[in-house]
């Protein structure tokens, strides 16, 4: 039955009794937004901006950067479109930054950390951001936070180019929660920020310290470990205490099984990768938020990723 997914993409997807989740794409590339709406995407919750910067001697001008992100919001048509501000470092390298010699990248210059100290290059970024004109407006979000003081800063820098460039109002601002810092903080990071997106490959990489792009360790950097499921559960509870809109952009929003899960802890957008889009919705179409809410309950008290898979095909067989 989920098979028959693409036929509905185009309609939301509401639970059995009624509750909407939005389903996303993720995006790295000019060509992929047509492509996600025709895949029923209802917006890109996660632009990777990296493609503009890689392979390349420098790094690209404001005027390129805009035209970029404007074709992107014009083939979006005015759906929501989460930009997410350059994310080099750890595992994506830059050939145009000389990243100073380090044992440990992943834990190392990457991410906001790197963006707030080359401020020529997050300058560039937010300005040609502020100029693309969208139905709905763009939305900023910041890699690898792990404090408040990084949001604060980079708050600022914003505030004053949108003065600089006369704004009527500012753009929603908002974080990756990838570090489980930023996890265990959310209800303290939750009033300096307008939305979470839970970066699921990062953070579960971090919470189980497993190297992401390890084969050895493939079969164990598991996102259903309950380590992760317990992170994700009190970002989506601060989230919703201060009523700032939580979802998952991590390759955790693709799989089939996970999306019950993460709807359950009050998780409302999943962004996936383009391909996956219908057959998430088709899985939200299927379940009640009832049954979501009394699984992800369960889950959190659960001793193994199996554990927990186990037991979400237990309660939805049809999803096996
Ligand atoms: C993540 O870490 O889950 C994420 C979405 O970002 P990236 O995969 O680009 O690091
Ligand atoms: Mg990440």
């Keep these: 039955?989920?098979?028959?997914?693409?036929?509905?993409?185009?309609?939301?997807?509401?639970?059995q009794d009624g509750h909407r989740i939005e389903v996303f794409a993720n995006l790295g590339g000019g060509q992929g937004a047509r492509d996600a709406v025709a895949n029923g995407a209802e917006g890109c919750?996660?632009?990777?901006?990296?493609?503009?910067?890689?392979?390349?001697?420098?790094?690209?001008?404001?005027?390129?950067?805009?035209?970029?992100?404007?074709?992107?919001?014009d083939d979006l048509d005015g759906r929501p479109l989460v930009i997410r501000t350059l994310d080099i470092g750890g595992d994506k390298p830059a050939s145009f930054v000389r990243f100073p010699k380090e044992d440990n990248p992943a834990l190392g210059l990457r991410g906001v950390r790197l963006t707030l100290r080359r401020r020529d290059l997050l300058e560039t970024q937010l300005r040609a951001i502020l100029r693309v004109k969208s139905a709905n407006p763009i939305q900023i979000m910041l890699p690898m936070v792990t404090s408040i003081d990084e949001v604060a800063a980079v708050r600022e820098?914003?505030?004053?180019?949108?003065?600089?460039?006369?704004?009527?109002?500012?753009?929603?601002?908002?974080?990756?929660?990838?570090?489980?810092?930023?996890?265990?903080?959310?209800?303290?990071?939750?009033p300096h920020v307008d939305f979470f997106s839970i970066g699921t490959n990062d953070l579960t990489q971090y919470a189980l310290a497993m190297d992401r792009g390890n084969?050895?360790?493939?079969?164990?950097?598991?996102?259903?470990?309950?380590?992760?499921?317990?992170?994700?559960?009190?970002?989506?509870?601060?989230?919703?205490?201060?009523?700032?809109?939580?979802?998952?952009?991590?390759?955790?929003?693709?799989?089939?099984?996970?999306?019950?899960?993460?709807?359950?802890?009050?998780v409302t957008e999943l962004s996936a990768t383009i391909r996956s889009v219908p057959v998430i919705k088709a899985v939200l179409r299927s379940v009640t938020m009832e049954d979501c809410r009394a699984l992800a309950g369960t889950a959190l008290e659960m001793e193994s990723a199996d554990a927990v898979r186990a037991h979400i095909l237990s309660v939805w067989p049809h999803l096996r």
């Excluded at 039955?1 to 639970?15: F, G, I, L, R, S």
């Excluded at 992170?231 to 089939?256: D, N």
């Design 1 to 15: 039955n989920m098979a028959k997914a693409a036929v509905n993409a185009a309609e939301p997807a509401m639970t």
């Design 45 to 73: 919750g996660l632009l990777r901006t990296e493609f503009l910067y890689m392979s390349r001697a420098t790094p690209p001008g404001e005027d390129e950067q805009a035209a970029a992100y404007q074709a992107i919001a």
């Design 157 to 190: 820098v914003l505030r004053s180019l949108e003065a600089g460039a006369g704004a009527s109002r500012s753009l929603p601002l908002g974080i990756m929660v990838e570090t489980p810092a930023s996890a265990v903080t959310a209800r303290a990071l939750a």
């Design 215 to 266: 084969p050895q360790l493939a079969a164990q950097v598991d996102s259903f470990h309950p380590a992760v499921l317990n992170l994700i559960a009190m970002t989506a509870e601060a989230g919703a205490a201060h009523g700032k809109w939580v979802g998952v952009c991590g390759s955790m929003a693709s799989h089939p099984l996970a999306a019950p899960v993460l709807a359950g802890m009050g």
